[in-house]
């Protein structure tokens, strides 16, 4: 069920992805994998506070699921927490680098996290690291830029 769920979520069919995932839970209410895919689900359902609530069910279970580590940030980051999703970030990171998802979309998003909490040193080099990684898209470029710029390192920026 949870893989049908994952499947459901992958292709947008989120209410038949929400039904077998809810299935799943039913038989085992700590199970990761299905707790993770739930709360990416109430993530994309626009309930970043829901679905933290079973990113963090999932890291009681696994403190090293990376999954629920990135999903933990991205709902915090969304609801404005960035010191928190800074943490999250940080802490998939410190269990490897090869996370799930297009390539340097953590580091990205942990370069977002840093520049609106004013640490453009950080961003700047999150926004490099993301860049090299692959994440590589006018909004990336951009925001390094603008990262340069707060610091008045104009050369750079261009």
């Known amino acids: ?62 403190p090293k699921d990376i999954a629920a580590l990135v999903g933990a940030g991205n709902a915090v980051y969304d609801q404005k927490e960035t010191k928190k999703a ?27 996290a840093y520049y609106i909490a004013k640490n453009t040193d950080e961003a700047i080099k999150n926004y490099q690291i993301a860049i090299k990684k692959g994440h590589v898209n006018k909004e990336s470029f951009y925001n390094l830029a603008n990262a340069f710029c707060t610091q008045q390192k104009f050369p750079e920026a261009i």
């Open 1 to 62: 069920m949870t893989q049908l769920g994952a499947i459901c979520l992958e292709l947008c069919q989120y209410e038949e992805a929400a039904t077998n995932l809810k299935n799943a839970l039913e038989i085992n209410k700590n199970y990761g994998p299905a707790l993770v895919l739930m709360g990416n689900l109430l993530f994309e359902s626009h309930k970043p506070d829901v679905a933290l609530r079973y990113h963090a069910q999932a890291l009681k279970i696994n």
């Open 86 to 112: 800074i943490d999250y970030y940080e802490q998939a990171l410190e269990v490897t680098e090869d996370l799930p998802g297009p390539p340097g979309d953590v580091r990205y998003n942990l370069a977002n």
